[in-house]
Structures are given as C-alpha cells and as structure tokens.
C-alpha cells in the first residue's frame, strides 16, 4: 500500500489512482505481472508466495501500457514514454530481460505514421505471435 498509495489521493491530486493496466501470469514460472501506469511501475508477484519479487520502472519506460511475459521469460512493455512532460518524446515497444534490470535489450519506436506522430498518451499493446514476431497497437 505504501509504494501504490504514496503519490497522493483525493485531497492532494485530481487522479489519485495508481491505473492498473496490465495483468499477465506466466503459468511456466507461476510469476504475476501487473503494470501501474501512473506509477511508470511493473511488479512481478510470486504467485505460491504472494510477494513481489521484482519490480520494474522508470529506467526503462515511463506511463506504460501493457506489460507481457515473452516466450523466453524476458518482458515486453508499450512504453508510452513521458510524453506528459516532454512533447517531444516518443512511444515504442521495449523487451528487457528480467534478471538485467537497467537495460532495454530492443525497442520499436512507434514513429511510422503520420497520425501518430510517433506518440501514444494513453493505451497501447504488445502481443508476442505463436511464430515469434510480435503484434502491437497504438492507442491515442
């Protein structure tokens, strides 16, 4: 509660919430991700234990979207980026491995189209296909 609850709430912020967005279970390592966009945060859960063993943040994405456990147990993420503060920033697609926290091992930056301009504020999703690749969408 302290790490989810402590940005603020009612009094102190328009939005107090911490916007979950993400929920993903790797049944292999019964591990549990959930993503928490205000937060620019991604907890791993142990699901026998019920603690969390790992977390994930702003070094790596900022207001994200949609965080999924991938085949080799490293994470996708669509990083909305920190578009809120900086208009220049731009969204993309980030895959980590779990066990080097501060490195982004391949990004897509969503720069491909001109109704985009290459920025997502809210939304997005990654989505690993049965043949490896990868299918995403751009939310607005």
Same mark, same amino acid.
């Given at each position: 509660?302290?790490?989810? *609850?402590?940005?603020? /709430?009612?009094?102190?912020?328009? /939005?107090?919430?911490?916007?979950? /967005? $993400?929920?993903?279970? !790797?049944?292999?390592?019964?591990?549990? $991700?959930?993503?928490?966009?205000?937060? =620019?945060?991604?907890?791993?859960?142990?699901?026998? $234990?019920?603690?969390?063993?790992?977390?994930? +943040?702003?070094?790596?994405?900022?207001?994200?979207?949609? =965080?999924?456990?991938?085949?080799?147990?490293?994470?996708?993420? &669509?990083?909305? !980026?920190?578009?809120?503060?900086?208009?220049? =920033?731009?969204?993309?697609?980030?895959? *980590?491995?779990?066990? !080097?926290?501060?490195?982004? /091992?391949?990004?897509?930056?969503?720069? *491909?189209? =001109?109704?985009?301009?290459?920025?997502?504020?809210? +939304?997005?999703?990654? $989505?690993?296909?049965?043949?490896?690749? &990868?299918?995403?969408?751009?939310?607005?």
């Amino acid at each position: 509660d302290e790490e989810l *609850f402590a940005h603020g /709430n009612a009094d102190t912020i328009a /939005n107090p919430g911490a916007h979950m /967005n $993400s929920f993903d279970v !790797n049944e292999k390592t019964g591990l549990i $991700s959930v993503g928490f966009r205000d937060l =620019s945060q991604i907890y791993v859960i142990d699901k026998k $234990s019920k603690l969390v063993i790992e977390k994930y +943040g702003k070094s790596l994405f900022k207001y994200q979207h949609d =965080s999924r456990f991938l085949a080799d147990e490293k994470i996708a993420v &669509f990083n909305n !980026n920190n578009i809120y503060e900086n208009l220049n =920033s731009q969204s993309s697609v980030v895959i *980590f491995d779990r066990k !080097n926290k501060e490195i982004i /091992n391949w990004e897509f930056k969503c720069k *491909f189209d =001109s109704l985009s301009d290459g920025r997502s504020l809210k +939304g997005g999703s990654v $989505s690993e296909l049965p043949n490896g690749n &990868f299918l995403f969408f751009i939310g607005h």
